[in-house]
Structure formats: C-alpha cells, structure tokens
C-alpha cells in the first residue's frame, strides 16, 4: 500500500505504515511549531553576514553596510556581535569595529576555544 503526503494544519505529514492516520492528524493538532528562524538563530545571521558579503562583491557596498548595522542594533549574542563587527570590519576597514570584534572574540575563546575565534584574533590583531 503507498501513502501519499498531506497537507494538514500546514504541515507536510508522510504517515509511516505502522501508525494509523488518527495518530497523525492527533499529533499535528497538539503540537506547536517553531517557526525556522528561531530554530536557527546562528545560521541566520551568518546567512545574512554572508549575503551582505556577497552584495557588495556585486557592488552593493553602501547597502550591505547598512543591513550589516541593523543587524548589530539587533543582535544579541555576543558571537554574533563579534561576528556583525568583524564582517563591517572587512568591509569599512573601521579600526572601532577591529577593536570591538577582537574584545568580542577574545572573550568568547576564553569560553570556548574554538579555531575560528582563534582565527579571527589572528587576522584582527595582525
């Protein structure tokens, strides 16, 4: 027997065969869904870091300098911080967002000494 994929309560439902259709319709209508974005805080500002990036490789410098800094106005993890200062840093070759990223990231290797924090240390202070 093949079960086709439904559409129910927005939600994209591909029943397995040993459940019974009544468990999933049961499921769907007493779960509450997170939207993606707040799932994935991390990957969506280093998704728009890179986009910014990418726009003013094409040119857009002037926007992407912009989108950069209301992303800093509104961000709230300090990796995140350290990530917006440093990407504003390439940009703008700003010795206050140097200054501000390599407190940021010191701070965060510190905590947890990953490669990338280390990484950028090097290049910001170098």
């Known amino acids: 027997m093949t079960y086709e994929p439904t559409l129910m309560d927005d939600l994209l ?3 397995e065969l040993s459940c019974p259709p009544s468990y999933w319709v049961a499921l769907v209508r007493t779960t509450v869904v997170t939207p993606v974005y707040s799932l994935v805080p991390d990957e969506l500002v280093r ?5 910014a990036r990418v726009a003013s490789a094409g040119g857009e410098r ?7 800094q ?9 990796a995140h911080v ?3 200062h440093f990407e504003l840093w390439r940009l703008c070759q700003g010795r206050a967002h140097a200054e501000a ?4 990231y010191r701070h965060l290797y510190e905590r947890a000494p990953r490669h990338l924090y280390r990484s950028r240390i090097e290049e910001l202070a170098g």
């Open 47 to 51: 998704g728009q870091a890179l986009e």
């Open 62 to 68: 002037d926007r992407s300098v912009l989108r950069l």
């Open 13 to 15: 439902i591909v029943p």
């Open 101 to 104: 990223a390599l407190v940021l």
């Open 82 to 84: 350290a990530l917006l």
């Open 70 to 78: 209301e992303l800093l106005d509104t961000a709230g993890e300090d």
